[in-house]
């Protein structure tokens, strides 16, 4: 690997072909092994492996599908596998890469290039009006960030951002420091994923989280998949998945892509996953349009309701509906009026299919909906979100085994940082019992989300901005907008194991601060001390380190937290920084007295396999609602408008790819190799355009009031998905996503129903 030319994103040597029907397999397992033996050797490959989702090993961190309850020697998948070679890589990155790169070097280089280039192992610093990042001592960055935040005429000048890969132990501390120094201006990744959920959950039931058990995919009935794509995501998904199906449950799909997933599951710990067929997942595929989901859970409803007038008494739970839900009325009299022209203009699909979907709704006594991304970044996702819990409980399918809401989390703890305070909008009674254990006030006031703190970044009122973790340039919406904000910045900090976009656009002055990974032993002075997480069915449990640190130099996320909170608000308030960095406990024990469900927590997370939150919807139908009961909502379709001649495009992630961390240029899946500058679209629209599979095209966006945003030079790929649909990857395509351009309620931006229109590339 060369790290004197970076690499751009042009790919001469891209090919494609047919998108696959069948995930994992042999196929993947040789993959797995060839690739991390390859990068980490087979004695330091093999110790980390056997140590992933063990309960004496450290926590995946490529995303939070909840571990079974009884595990196998191989609790991993191949994505989870990638995740970790990249992680626990020897290659670092030199002293002399600072020297030989400016960042003006840097600024075309590619995610995938970036984080190849390997481990960061010491702190880096660049000064106000230098092209280069130089070495710098712990103690002089701790003094900097300090200097430069009690600097600040407001607390409310800088902003705090969090990954989702950041510890329970880590959040909680990472918070209170924000909160001492006096803002709540802490965005985070699931402002750009599953605000979206949160925000209608927590509105509907008082839970904005899952209200199933690992266990129910197994009990399921039916399973109904939507806005999702566990094969890549979420792979370990597909043996609850095939549990569901070998148990005689039922599996449907509503997406615009055919997934390889969805279609059949060779299990690589099974005889028939390596050399038979495996299982087929999905029964049906419900190719709707995108962002037709909302109008397509309405008909679906509405058809649910005809049934019960056809056959009163025989369809509803009536007696779940009159004790646990409220507006049961004023639903019915909504869908009374639903236009069925308008809805299958809004999902592509036709009255069978919507009839087909409905009929095994109703025949199934207990069913699970589970969806991602592919829901919750649309305008309409909130409301979207409030349907599917509107369909489920007309028949009582919460709060019992084998069915409920099923939102799937990407990083492996987003949904413990929210537990655990990371929220610019935290409620009055965690913020009363934080005043309570540290003898602070905390600010009230509402702070900003990530939309938010680009536009205060923009507008020059955010003037520094940490992050811990992550890649949040190259993550939010609207790229050219987000580089321009960060650059007016006064100071950024970044906390990273490896390289990304955020580290070359920076700020007058940045630091780089090299952390930990999840895969490494973190010794402090009272020994080796463990962190924790909270997966997508709210169980929490232990994560250690298995492996030495990759320098001497490195720190714990929590050693640096504590270290900038030292230097920023020292004893102000009587904090000990110090002993919770020495025994974690001392955090643990904190958390215990100040965020419900974890008053055992140093007991109870060092049981085996850890322990589960309380959860009202799901542990006994209780709902901390307005009115102590579950909301049945009326919501208002607003179908995507696209005018003749456009599409409606949406970014994915390849195959080889977690979040903005590009593993390969390949997306094995769709029939992608060396290259990701490519548009997947119908071959009938193609046709209509009269375009043909392998020309170039610049991708357009339209906004009203604004200039059009361009991704230009990419390869058509004529592509299975729905018609009128488009689909290319993500971040890249981040550049089409308006700033603007948000969730309603929620803020999440849109990246999954973009105006757009193809144009020929010139030349």
């Known amino acids: 690997m060369s790290r004197s030319v970076p690499e751009h994103a042009d790919y001469p040597d891209l090919q494609t072909g047919s998108p696959k029907h069948e995930a994992a397999g042999a196929e993947a397992v040789a993959r797995t092994l060839e690739s991390t033996i390859r990068e980490l050797g087979p004695v330091r490959a093999a110790r980390l492996l056997l140590k992933v989702n063990q309960r004496d090993g450290f926590d995946c961190m490529s995303c939070a599908w909840p571990d079974p309850s009884h595990r196998s020697a191989f609790e991993f998948c191949e994505n989870g596998a990638k995740a970790i070679t990249w992680e626990a890589t020897p290659l670092t990155v030199p002293r002399e890469f600072w020297a030989e790169h400016p960042l ?61 890969r950041t510890a329970n132990e880590t959040a909680f501390l990472y918070q209170l420091f924000v909160r001492a120094f006096g803002t709540n201006n802490l965005p985070d990744c699931s402002n750009m994923c599953h605000e979206s959920t949160g925000t209608a959950l927590g509105e509907v039931i008082g839970v904005g989280k899952s209200t199933i058990a690992y266990d129910d995919f197994g009990e399921a009935d039916l399973v109904i998949v939507i806005g999702q794509n566990p094969g890549t995501n979420h792979p370990r998904m597909l043996t609850a998945l095939e549990g569901t199906k070998r148990n005689g449950g039922s599996i449907v799909a509503v997406n615009p892509l055919p997934e390889a997933g969805l279609i059949r599951y060779k299990n690589p710990q099974k005889v028939r996953g390596l050399v038979g067929r495996g299982t087929p997942i999905a029964d049906r595929l419900y190719q709707v349009r995108s962002g037709g989901d909302q109008a397509l859970l309405q008909a679906v409803s509405k058809r649910v309701l005809d049934a019960e007038a056809a056959a009163p008494g ?209 010794l402090q002075e009272t020994g080796p001390q463990f962190v924790s997480v909270e997966d997508s069915v709210c169980a929490v449990h232990a994560s250690h380190g298995s492996i030495p640190p990759i320098g001497d130099d490195v720190r714990s996320e929590i050693a640096i937290v504590a270290g900038m909170a030292r230097a920023t608000i020292g004893d102000r308030h009587g904090i000990d920084w110090d002993g919770m960095v020495r025994d974690y406990d001392v955090i ?84 992608v190799r060396k290259g990701r500058d490519v548009v997947f679209v119908n071959p009938d629209d193609l046709a209509e355009r009269g375009l043909a599979d392998g020309d170039r095209v610049d991708v357009v966006s339209e906004w009203p009031g604004e200039a059009d945003r361009v991704l230009p030079g990419q390869r058509v790929v004529a592509y299975p998905t729905a018609r009128g649909c488009a689909a290319a990857y993500y971040p890249e395509a981040n550049v089409l996503v308006p700033l603007d351009s948000t969730a309603l309620g929620s803020n999440t931006p849109v990246s999954k129903g973009i105006v757009v229109r193809l144009e020929p590339t010139a030349g």
């Open 104 to 164: 003006s070097s840097l600024q075309d280089a590619t995610e995938h290039w970036l984080g190849q280039q390997g481990r960061l192992v010491e702190p880096v610093y660049k000064p106000a009006g230098a092209d280069r990042y130089e070495p710098v001592s712990w103690e002089r960055a701790f003094e900097l960030i300090g200097e430069r935040l009690n600097a600040l005429d407001s607390p409310d000048e800088a902003a705090f951002y969090t990954s989702g």
């Open 588 to 671: 643990r024990d904190h958390i215990a007295r100040v965020i419900p469900g974890f008053e055992r927590f140093n007991h109870d997370v060092r049981r085996s396999g850890g322990f589960v939150l309380p959860n009202g919807p799901r542990d006994s139908r209780t709902w901390v609602t307005a009115t102590g009961k579950a909301q049945i909502s009326v919501t208002e379709l607003e179908p995507i408008e696209v005018p003749p001649g456009r599409l409606i495009l949406q970014t994915l992630r390849s195959h080889d790819q977690f979040n903005t961390t590009v593993y390969s240029l390949n997306d094995r899946y769709r029939g």
């Open 314 to 522: 025989t369809v509803l739970d009536h007696a779940f509906l009159a004790e646990h839900t409220v507006g049961l009325e004023a639903f019915a009299e909504h869908l009374a009026d639903l236009d069925e022209a308008e809805v299958l203009r809004a999902t592509g699909l036709t009255s069978e299919e919507i009839d087909d979907l409905a009929a095994r709704y109703i025949a199934a006594e207990r069913v699970i909906i589970t969806w991602a991304m592919g829901l919750t970044q649309h305008r309409k996702a909130v409301d979207t979100i409030k349907e599917i819990v509107n369909l489920l409980l007309l028949r009582g399918n919460i709060g019992r085994p084998g069915a409920g809401a099923s939102p799937i989390r990407g990083h492996s703890n987003v949904q413990g940082d929210r537990t655990m305070g990371i929220w610019e909008k935290m409620p009055d009674r965690f913020l009363d019992s934080l005043a309570e254990e540290f003898g602070f006030e905390p600010p009230r006031a509402h702070g900003l989300d990530a939309v938010d703190t680009l536009r205060g970044l923009r507008d020059g009122r955010v003037k520094v901005f940490i992050a811990l973790g992550g890649n949040f340039v190259g993550a939010i919406s609207d790229t050219a907008a987000a580089e321009a904000a960060m650059r007016g910045a006064r100071l950024t900090v970044q906390i990273s194991t490896k390289l990304n976009r955020s580290h070359v656009i920076t700020g007058e002055e940045a630091l780089i601060l090299p952390t930990l990974g999840r895969t490494e032993v973190d």
